[in-house]
């Protein structure tokens, strides 16, 4: 848990230099203004209701619900009267491993042409995150409609989250300079990071650091953004390198599709660390960290009637 807080504050400091070469993406995404909350003023809701997400609860999936999406969101039930202050969504964790379930959402209605954004009100605030959600493991919890600064009518309605993913993969470099893959702590079945195996020697430095990262889904998109981190261990924990920012990689947004890849090359040459003074700025013979962090798009649809 202290190296995962660690690993957030980081993000939050800096980013990560590293280059992009995708097998499967040509045009990288942007974010638009679309994308932000709309929030308006409202005096008439009560401070109570301003935490969004209530009553959760983690439990099994059924038997019958472990087939499907790898993580997939749900209204339950899918059915609502327009008068409905509130929502029970799911959130079906079925093949991603562990992960901390996402308390960001969105609300938006379908006007016949296109998903137009629900309105938050000014003073709304998402406190903390959710529950640590095992593979196997569902997560309900409950979302407010806030009508009080929405006007409601019968249609289509949608509640949307991004579930932030992290990847951790292990691996060594030896003494003749060879890299190998120890270990791959990634999302599950669904998703997979790994470093493959690089032979090389001491008297040919090692000057960037290949990674992959494989989509095994059939119908689970997911979008990978910046973010390496890499470590090395000092006999007693992981300790971060400093990594120089790569302009040409910097906040884009590279979609993978289902059942693709997408290769990265991490610079490590060793003029470009010694963000601990306990690490040896040399990237030479150790046990290393990699960590990226990812995100999945989800939305669960929804009826007022």
């Not at 590293?18 to 909350?37: E, F, G, H, Y």
């Not at 569902?138 to 309605?157: A, E, H, I, S």
């Not at 470093?195 to 979008?223: A, F, G, M, W």
Request: glycine content about 6%; hydrophobic content about 35%; overall charge negative.
């Amino acid at each position: 848990m202290k190296n995962f807080l660690l690993t957030l504050i980081f993000l939050l400091i800096t980013v990560c230099s590293c280059r992009q070469r995708s097998q499967t993406i040509d045009q990288p995404q942007t974010k638009s203004a679309a994308d932000t909350l709309s929030v308006v003023q409202t005096e008439n809701i009560k401070e109570e209701e301003l935490t969004p997400w209530k009553s959760p609860q983690v439990s099994d999936i059924s038997a019958s619900e472990l087939s499907g999406k790898a993580i997939e969101l749900r209204a339950t039930p899918a059915v609502y009267p327009v008068s409905a202050s509130r929502i029970y969504v799911t959130l079906y964790n079925r093949n991603l491993g562990q992960i901390i379930a996402q308390i960001f959402y969105y609300l938006e209605y379908y006007n016949g042409e296109q998903w137009e954004r629900m309105h938050f009100p000014e003073n709304l605030s998402f406190e903390g995150s959710g529950p640590l959600l095992d593979q196997g493991k569902q997560y309900q919890f409950t979302v407010n409609l806030f009508p009080d600064v929405n006007n409601y009518k019968t249609g289509r309605y949608r509640v949307g989250v991004s579930q932030l993913l992290r990847f951790d993969t292990y691996f060594t470099v030896d003494e003749s300079y060879t890299v190998q893959m120890t270990e791959a702590n990634h999302a599950g079945g669904a998703f997979e990071m790994t470093v493959p195996t690089i032979i090389s020697n001491p008297q040919l430095q090692i000057d960037t650091l290949k990674v992959i990262i494989y989509n095994h889904t059939r119908d689970q998109e997911l979008i990978s953004e910046e973010g390496f981190i890499l470590s090395r261990f000092n006999g007693d924990d992981y300790v971060f390198y400093k990594m120089d920012p790569y302009n040409g990689f910097r906040g884009k947004i590279y979609n993978l599709s289902p059942g693709q890849s997408m290769e990265f090359d991490i610079p490590v040459k060793s003029d470009q660390y010694l963000f601990d003074s306990s690490v040896e700025p040399h990237f030479g013979p150790g046990k290393y960290q990699v960590i990226k962090f990812s995100k999945v798009d989800l939305t669960g649809e929804f009826r007022l009637e």
